[in-house]
């Protein structure tokens, strides 16, 4: 089975990512819990370039959730800024590589200075041809239902489609992400075994992964790990993460 060539069918066209346990890996080292986030962005270019090298088609992480709102202010205040940081630093390297990033989310709750930097990166990649990066940004799985379920109510109102015509096909076509595969696979980092209102409805068939091992900590490894799980759930034969790394493609 060791010498079998895995084909790059098996693996996942779209990885989706629970980004969690930065605080709690900061404070395991009497640090404050900003110091976690900030750590956290180097595992998301770790999990952005090893999902590019096998291929992935997309790979959408959740970096700030709808609840994020009730955190404590400077907390958010600081995420908000480094977020900001990252997408200046990062959306350069990201065009290079032929990668496109898109900010999934409500983005009207961010400030003005934010949401142009929003604008800027998702324009400069737009074009991009490689694997599709989704940030979830102030985003909530049922907050993307209601909004889809809105723009098809005003059609509806505005006579342009019947109620009858209405089909689970026609809701997924004004969903967030409606161009790319549904998420095969589903990450949660730092031991949680809850999806916490992520892409409820791009889930609807997803494998899910739960690792004990907190965000900071997730690397190379820790992603094909998930991935040779994730073939060995789907396919039934013991494929290893030799196999998965052998699909990999030089950077």
């Known amino acids: 089975m060791q010498n ?11 990885i989706a990512i629970i980004m969690d ?13 900003v110091f976690g986030h900030k750590n956290g962005v180097a595992a998301v270019r770790k999990a952005i370039s090893t999902s590019a090298k096998l291929g992935i088609k997309a790979i959408t992480l959740f970096a700030f959730s709808s609840e994020n709102w009730r955190r404590p202010e400077e907390e958010v205040g600081v995420l908000m800024e480094l977020f900001i940081s990252v997408l200046s630093s990062e959306v350069k390297k990201l065009h290079k590589n032929n990668l496109k990033l898109r900010i999934i989310g409500d983005k009207s709750r961010f400030n003005e200075r934010l949401q142009e930097k929003i604008a800027a990166a998702e324009a400069l990649t737009a074009n991009n041809s490689g694997m599709v990066i989704n940030i979830a940004a102030n985003y909530g799985g049922k907050w993307d239902i209601v909004e889809a379920t809105k723009a098809i109510a005003s059609k509806v109102a505005r006579g342009e489609l019947a109620p009858e015509e209405i089909t689970e096909s026609l809701m997924t076509d004004h969903l967030s992400m409606n161009d790319i595969p549904e998420v095969d696979l589903m990450i949660r980092t730092s031991g949680e075994c809850r999806i916490s209102n992520f892409m409820l409805w791009q889930m609807a068939y997803a494998e899910l992964y739960f690792t004990p091992i907190y965000w900071p900590e997730f690397d ?5 790990e998930a991935v040779t799980w994730f073939v060995n759930r789907e396919r039934r034969f013991g494929c290893t993460g030799e196999q998965i790394k052998a699909l990999m493609k030089s950077e």
């Open 4 to 14: 079998i060539q895995l084909s790059p069918d098996v693996l996942p066209k779209h």
């Open 21 to 33: 346990g930065n605080g709690r890996w900061a404070k395991a080292q009497g640090k404050p819990r």
């Open 220 to 224: 190379e490894n820790s992603l094909v």
